[in-house]
């Protein structure tokens, strides 16, 4: 009988994309939650964007599951969630940056836009 992959399930896979979710939505609690700076955004960008490689090189040689690609756009959210936070120059709403504590809706009172 030949062989038949289905139902199975990469374990090597199952690690790297649970490991990777968690560090993706840590990174993002302790360094782009509540309260930013711009050095805990810089720090985010960096990991995040080497997390990315990873995922990518991973996605490229492994079998696609429904979890490998729902981490690849929790990735890709949390990169364009990290960038918007970049451009932003002030404090708005619940997101307080301690580089930028005021308001400032001269300048950012509307939406931003990558």
Known sequence: MPWDESGTENAEEWIYVSHD???????????????RSNHRLVRALRR????RREIEEYYRRTKV?????????VSEIALLIVRSAMRRKE???????????KLDDRHWNHDTIL
């Open 48 to 51: 995040i964007q080497l997390i």
């Open 21 to 35: 979710m968690k560090e993706v939505q840590q990174l993002m609690w302790d360094y782009v939650g509540i309260v």
């Open 91 to 101: 404090s708005r709403g619940l997101h307080y940056t301690t580089d930028y504590p």
């Open 65 to 73: 599951t429904v979890p490998l690609l729902e981490l690849r756009n």
